[in-house]
C-alpha cells in the first residue's frame, strides 16, 4: 500500500465537527481582513483554497450567495472568468504550473464541499503531481450512450439560447 503525506490537511481533519459559520465565503468576505482573500472586484472575489490540492489553488466566488451557475446574472457570470483568467496569469507568473484545472461542482453529488455558495476552483498542475484528478484512474461510469447525452445537451441549449425559435 502506498501512502501520500498530506500534513497541510490535518487542520481540515482535526476540525470536521467544528461548528461552522453559515458560510465560510461570506463570511470570509465580511471580515475584510481575511487573510486568505486574494483580490476583491465589484461582483466576485477570489479567495484561497484553504486546504488546497496544489500549491496555488485559489477559487472564484460571487459576492452574492448563489449556489447555481444559473442564478448569476450575465456581469457576475463575465466578472467570474475575468477573475479566472486573472488567476490562471497570476499563478503562471508565481508558480510557472505545466497546466490548469478550471472548474465547477454543482451539488453535493457533484462532488462540491461548499454546495451552498457556488464557487469556480483555478488549480495550478505540474507534469507528474498527483492530485484530485488522480483518484479518477481509467474507468468511468456512463449510464446512456453519449449519442443520446449530446442529443440530450442540443436540446437544452437551444431552449435556452434561442428562446422563441
Not at 498530506?6 to 453559515?22: D, E, F, H, M, Q
Not at 451552498?116 to 468511468?140: A, C, I, K, Y
Request: charged residues 20%; contains cysteine; proline residues 7%.
Amino acid at each position: 500500500m502506498y501512502r501520500l503525506w498530506t500534513p497541510w490537511r490535518l487542520s481540515y481533519v482535526t476540525t470536521a465537527g467544528a461548528p461552522r459559520p453559515a458560510c465560510v465565503f461570506c463570511d470570509a468576505l465580511a471580515r475584510g481582513d481575511e487573510p486568505l482573500v486574494a483580490w476583491v472586484a465589484a461582483r466576485a472575489f477570489i479567495i484561497l483554497n484553504k486546504f488546497p490540492y496544489n500549491n496555488g489553488h485559489v477559487m472564484i466566488v460571487p459576492k452574492r450567495h448563489v449556489a447555481r451557475l444559473a442564478d448569476l446574472d450575465a456581469d457576475e457570470l463575465l466578472e467570474i472568468m475575468a477573475l479566472g483568467q486573472a488567476a490562471e496569469q497570476a499563478l503562471g507568473a508565481v508558480y510557472a504550473p505545466h497546466g490548469f484545472n478550471l472548474g465547477m461542482n454543482l451539488g453535493r453529488s457533484a462532488g462540491a464541499g461548499i454546495a451552498e455558495h457556488l464557487h469556480m476552483h483555478v488549480v495550478p498542475r505540474w507534469d507528474g503531481d498527483t492530485s484530485f484528478m488522480t483518484v479518477f484512474g481509467e474507468t468511468r461510469v456512463l449510464p446512456e450512450e453519449l449519442p443520446v447525452t449530446a442529443a440530450r445537451i442540443r436540446e437544452a441549449l437551444a431552449a435556452i439560447l434561442t428562446p422563441g425559435a
